[in-house]
């Protein structure tokens, strides 16, 4: 498959562009939310007008009421929310849930899928334990009671948490917390008794939560996927949220560098527009190179997933990581070449180095994924 | 030596009597610090107690001359009451852009009459001091400031604005930077002193990244400035149209103190404190870290040879420059690792057990500090120009 | 579909019956090369029997037009070829300036007569090319070159020097740019053609610091250049003075080849290698090694997605630039890496047990990839023209 | 103690700079004899000449006949080796083999240094086995036989070996090949039975040997310090190696560096001189910038090692890192900024650039003394 977006992809593309450029604004959702101090940290009515454009059941199978579509063009709707900063549950609940529930049960789809596609519910993905992103240790616990299990533990960087209609946990059945074997995954609703969130504010103004599981009881039907064989599961999961949070970091560092290589043809100091300094032209064009590539690799990534090949969790690391540095690169040298005004409030671009921040901490740092390129490689 | 050593327990008797236990702990966050001025009030009666006693022994500008409010000490004795302080953690009894900036510029440039008035005030904190250089079109290309003063014989008239002006809205003078002369670029610029309550004179403060808003604009509407405040004590600190000669040797003194070189403090590699707050690192964090801390404990000697070479006059005079965009760089560096290894907990905002987002908010501050004072773009320049002397711009 | 799975069995089969075994192993070193040629020998059978087998079928330029000396073969069949070929390890029939660069640039620009005489000769290994672009004082900035031809009716008389001529002291003719009009910089510029034989024309290797030679500085005194060789065979590409527009198309074609986009083959991490071959890899390199791993095997991508775009004219004319940049960077660091891992016996130089120093040697051979064909600092300047559109020189 | 040079010592700076860039300069030293394809890759003319200005016994104390002199001193000799790319043992004779033979019996000393001070004899050091620094493994055998001891092992990348008259060589005498006890050091003189050598040229056309030690015997007072305690005399050899090694790549990063700035503003493209252009000026001044400062980590290293300081062996990693980048990035950017001429064999710039490569590997590059950083830090 040729690298570069068919027909139907470059009009998806356009479209999603026009709508989050109009609809998802900065200035119309992130500032507007965050200065409200919202506790969602997004707004449910553009979660609604996402639904309206087909957009919340991209990956959904067209059997399950979905569009039936792959990571591509998810990852073409999240490069537009990446460049629009645009606050939404898409990554956690389209990309992230919809690929756990594609392994859950009839009864669970019918229960979740719905709201998911008509915008009506929020989702959100209960991995980390600890500050760093760790998957391959999971220590919560879920015990057999009765028909169904009990879990306990502890959740951190839940995004969108306590929004969330629904939060896919994933909990060990069997075996030591290192053990690769012997975790499930579980579709926890939010009134849940015994679950309790900590939602905080984070630099970006999403909203994520510390979440307790304080023996919450839920039935078999809960289960997603196999009981104690999770991992399955939970790997597609991952490898969805890295390859999307990619996507969205590429939307990042192009909003960021447009901003930026703008910014360099109006300003002028020393008598001249400073775009026209060849040392910032250097950085301005080191920072394309680099930028183009961690989009080529996000995208081979995409279709490695579209297509279940085997390379496809190597290529989700690969892109996760070289989006984490372009994108940091972008907002960095964003930042430094606006000058002073790169840091007030007032202007946008510090809100790109916000997101970027965030972004590049969720499901797994740029250090993480170099590392498990590595590991995958034999080294 | 014996005299040092004399005056190494001399000073620690008097710390012993005079710097309250509560003086005694690291800065926690703005309110602990005094910047004095008409309107300052004290944290509590330690902070109050361990600023009069500094004050009246000339201990907030102790390396200042005892005629214009300091000790009189020498450089010798300077270093060891900086060491007897920072023995026992002792605050600054008084921070102040008085005693970094404007003290220095009035120490070489100034009239008698100037010093004896103003550095006083500076020293006994009555009067909180800001700095008024950036404009919005006038940053890395200061001397293309707009701001005029028109003469009009015994004074001006100054309109114009300012950015940048840090905590100007709780200043009670400002120095400035003002066009005098429009016809001369480098030499058409007077650095003037004069007071924020001056009609016209109106600040507006600029929220950053971080959340916090230090700086300000301030706005000048036909503010009317005296050419003199009495005998010997001109407004202008320099000749009239010189002030460029004076800001260019402030700036020296501010990228030297921004340089972190005078921090001597940050000499522990921060490897080790991440994985104690950390727990275990990702290999290649800690691979970053430790080609930071290489970077880091090396940059450390490089500030501490400065130091020693700007004593005796061996450093270049360029080389200041060199400091401020080396120290810069690398503390933007530390606190994008602070952040990597803090991991989710970095990133909250406002939550109690990160003390309202500190790491985050600290982190972009950061990101200033290769724009202010210098941009690493100029010092880079001035590096290239002035040290490698490479031909052209 | 059904037809290239036709052509690929063809394929596999002619390849059985022609590409001797001896020909089915990677190249060792430059004695396995055939270069074609007026004094061009053979290593041995082998390597003849596989060039002239390629040459009857018109393989050793497969997608060029039968007429022409070449096979005819559609992209997806010169696909189908190139992968059967890897999947044996089968060499290449013919190596040649002529089919890489003087070709692309007949085929494009040639007349008919150009075509049918000289694309001929390459595909058949006749004549070995070189080529005449770099001068001592034109390097990055090639149009200021110096060499000029004098218009003499129907010849011209060339003076002048060029340098960075790859195998000139072996080469049968140059491809080379000459000035041909000294009033006008980049209008006044001819691409000819002309023998090394020809009187006047001397060369002299340049010894490396990889210690190859490779390259030569080339003199012309008094040289003359008939204008035609014979009915629509003219001695020029392209106009008299414009063969800058025929240099600019060759460049980008370099640019391709040297950025490694169409390699293909690196798109596995070289940390496994390097640990298989160091033993336990110091856990800072192993990170080194990841982060490079992760920027190859992005680069990769883009070269897959590079070459995509360029099938379906995608895309930006400006694209060559940033692909030879990154490619030539990321070049580099790999064999700083493989240098490193290689420990003290990659330093060794002329050791048997690393085949005469190959490492160390290669190493510094990369040192030119980013001075070649355009240096890392005129690609950069250009992409930020041309792509990010960034205003002034 | 300032960290600037003395009058003493700025005066030893100016001396040992005129004298290498007379005597050691690159077409007298470096050049004539690689290009005579000498067997030893330095001229015995220059070390005894080195003799006669005081340089070989700089280490050495007063009482045996040297001039007791610290590492600061002989690092400003190195630094002006450096510099001139001087082809020369003082590095491991006069540095290394210097500081084994203050552990050395009054016996061993009289053997051994009057011939080090004279420039008579040359010394080299036996630690790698194996093609990277790992010194904490040592599985060369020194087994108890008679009066002394038999050694049995390889070693590698043993610089000047078989031109050398002595070879200090760490081996084990008891214990497991990792532990930290159980060393001894040896001085085992050029005409030991069962010593043998392969010499091979090293890119910086300075010759190095592995080092067969097949059944070597030696008498008891070949020791030097104590059998079986000889870690600590080990870890002073490799700390003045490693200091040493990072003076002479800061005068190998400032020769390089200083001759790239003189080529920026003699050549011309483009109508100006290349220095004009503002990219090739940002990336000088970064350069000088690091440059200086692992000048700076080097001479606080020789400081902290002349004053015996507890903090002086992980500041010669530090030295010796920094120094690894710094230099490497100066004979990088070297190359690159001279363009083509900087690729041929008739300019010295890529000269600098193979005995950096030499000198970054010898006695620990750059990641082994990172890590090592990390490991005394605690990390």
Chains 1, 4 share one sequence.
């Not at chain 1, 949220?241 to 560098?257: D, P």
């Not at chain 2, 102790?62 to 450089?75: F, H, I, M, R, V």
């Not at chain 2, 940050?266 to 490897?271: F, K, L, V, Y």
Request: glycine residues 12%; negative net charge.
């Amino acid at each position: 498959m040729p690298l570069y977006h068919t027909e139907d992809q470059a009009m998806l593309a356009e479209t999603a562009a026009q709508f989050m450029g109009e609809e998802g604004a900065i200035g119309k959702q992130l500032r507007h939310w965050r200065d409200r101090g919202c506790k969602d940290g997004f707004g449910h009515d553009l979660w609604k007008q996402m639904a309206e454009m087909g957009f919340t059941g991209l990956l959904v199978p067209e059997a399950d009421g979905g569009l039936g579509m792959g990571h591509v063009e998810a990852g073409i709707v999240l490069e537009e929310i990446g460049r629009n900063l645009t606050p939404s549950p898409f990554l956690t609940s389209s990309v992230m849930a919809a690929s756990a529930l594609a392994h859950a049960s009839a009864e669970g789809k019918g229960r979740w899928l719905p709201g998911l596609i008509a915008g009506d519910s929020v989702f959100a993905v209960a991995i980390d334990e600890g500050a760093k992103h760790r998957p391959e240790r999971i220590a919560t616990r879920a015990e057999k009671s009765g028909n169904g299990f009990r879990l306990t533990g502890k959740k951190d960087f839940v995004v969108h948490g306590a929004s969330a209609d629904m939060i896919v946990v994933a909990a060990r059945t069997a075996g030591a917390d290192d053990d690769e074997d012997g975790v499930t995954l579980f579709a926890v609703p939010k009134d849940a008794a015994g679950l309790g969130h900590n939602s905080v504010r984070l630099v970006d103004s999403s909203m994520a939560s510390h979440v307790t599981l304080d023996g919450v009881e839920l039935d078999g039907d809960a289960v997603i996927g196999e009981v104690d064989g999770g991992r399955t599961v939970l790997n597609k999961v991952l490898d969805a949220g890295r390859v999307g949070a990619a996507a969205e970091g590429i939307g990042v560092a192009r909003g960021s560098m447009d901003m930026t290589v703008d910014y360099l043809k109006q300003r002028k100091q020393f008598g001249k527009l400073i775009g026209e300094f060849q040392a910032l032209q250097h950085r301005a064009a080191h920072l394309y190179s680099e930028v183009e590539i961690a989009r080529a690799a996000t995208i081979k990534a995409q279709q490695l997933l579209d297509a279940g090949s085997e390379q496809a969790s190597l290529m989700a690391s690969v892109a996760k990581a070289k989006v984490g540095k372009a994108a940091g690169l972008a907002v960095k040298e964003g930042v430094q070449m606006h000058g002073g005004i790169g840091m007030t409030d007032e202007y946008d671009i510090g809100l790109y180095m916000k997101r970027d921040r965030a972004l590049a901490e969720f499901m797994g740092d740029v250090y993480y994924h170099a590392d498990r390129v590595a590991r995958l490689s034999g080294y | 030596m014996a005299d040092l050593e004399a005056f190494r327990a001399e000073t620690r008797a008097w710390l012993e009597a005079n710097c309250p236990p509560e003086m005694r702990q690291p800065v926690q966050d703005e309110s602990d610090v005094y910047w004095g001025g008409r309107r300052a009030t004290f944290k509590n009666d330690a902070q109050k107690a361990w600023f009069e006693a500094c004050r009246d022994k000339g201990y907030t500008v102790p390396a200042w001359p005892k005629e214009y409010g300091g000790a009189g000490l020498s450089p010798a004795e300077a270093k060891v009451l900086r060491e007897e302080m920072a023995r026992i953690s002792a605050r600054p009894p008084l921070s102040s852009f008085g005693i970094w900036m404007l003290g220095p510029a009035l120490l070489h440039f100034g009239t008698e009459g100037q010093k004896k008035h103003f550095l006083n005030q500076i020293a006994r904190g009555e009067i909180r001091w800001c700095q008024g250089y950036s404009e919005p079109g006038s940053g890395s290309d200061l001397v293309s400031l707009q701001t005029f003063g028109e003469d009009k014989g015994d004074h001006w008239i100054v309109n114009g604005q300012k950015i940048w002006t840090s905590y100007a809205d709780k200043a009670d003078w400002i120095f400035c930077l003002v066009r005098t002369d429009k016809a001369n670029k480098y030499q058409g610029i007077t650095f003037m002193l004069y007071d924020m309550e001056t009609p016209g004179v109106t600040t507006k403060p600029i929220l950053l990244i971080s959340g916090n808003s230090p700086f300000c604009e301030t706005f000048f509407d036909d503010v009317k400035v005296p050419k003199s405040y009495g005998e010997d004590i001109p407004a202008q600190v320099g000749e009239v149209n010189r002030g460029w000669d004076v800001a260019k040797y402030l700036l020296g003194h501010e990228r030297e103190m921004i340089s972190g070189a005078d921090g001597g403090a940050r000499t522990s590699a921060i490897g080790a404190a991440m994985k104690r707050s950390a727990g275990e690192l990702d290999p290649l964090l800690r691979a970053e870290l430790a080609m930071f801390d290489v970077d880091a404990l090396a940059y450390a000697c490089m500030g501490e040879k400065f130091l020693d070479e700007i004593k005796v006059g061996k450093a270049h005079p360029a080389q200041p420059n060199m400091m401020k965009y080396a120290g810069t760089e690398l503390n933007k560096r530390r606190h994008e690792l602070f952040m990597a290894a803090g991991g989710s907990t970095a990133l909250e905002w406002d939550s109690e057990e990160t003390r309202g987002g500190a790491r985050a908010r600290e982190w972009l501050r950061t990101k200033a500090n290769s724009i202010e004072g210098g941009t690493s773009e100029v010092m880079l320049g001035v590096v290239a120009k002035r040290i490698l002397e490479l031909p052209g711009a």
